[in-house]
């Protein structure tokens, strides 16, 4: 596995910002204190940083792909003030009955991800709020679950 990188596959409502029901005005940006030493010992360890997210707001016509990119450049800009970058944002714009495989739990994002960035899966880690999604992707691939914040 020379050369492949290790990645932090985080999800981002409810993991990284507050979950305000279909989350994209940049007036509902709060990120969870707690999450940012978590990334960051990860990042100060070179893992690479990539947010995986199901926005099927944008399938269901409640805002915009540009909404969510302003949305995500925010979030992004805000964590890098606490030396934390994010790599780049992976999100499944699909309802959940299209079948789509990068729909999270389905893990078409991570395999993406993993192609054009050269990463390890094994030896990176999921970060999510909810054990049946963000938890259920992390064992389809074998890898590291850390649950924050969630309920189920």
């Given at each position: 596995m020379?050369?492949?990188?290790k990645a932090v596959f985080v999800d981002r409502d409810g993991t990284l910002n507050y979950d305000?029901?279909?989350t994209h005005k940049l007036s509902d940006l709060k990120i969870y204190d707690d999450i940012i030493p978590i990334l960051k010992e990860y990042y100060?360890?070179?893992y690479i940083i990539i947010v995986v997210t199901n926005q099927s707001g944008i399938g269901r016509e409640y805002y915009t792909v540009e909404d969510m990119e302003a949305f995500n450049?925010?979030?992004a800009e805000e964590l890098m003030k606490y030396g934390v970058k994010i790599e780049e944002f992976f999100y499944c714009p699909h309802l959940p009955d299209q079948g789509c495989k990068c729909r999270?739990?389905?893990?078409g994002m991570i395999e993406e991800a993993a192609k054009k960035y050269n990463i390890d899966i094994k030896n990176s880690v999921v970060i999510g709020d909810r054990t049946s999604?963000?938890?259920?992707m992390a064992r389809k691939l074998g890898i590291k679950f850390i649950k924050v914040h969630g309920y189920d």
């Open positions: 020379a050369g492949k990188r305000t029901g279909y100060d360890q070179n450049n925010k979030l999270k739990p389905g893990t999604v963000d938890g259920t």
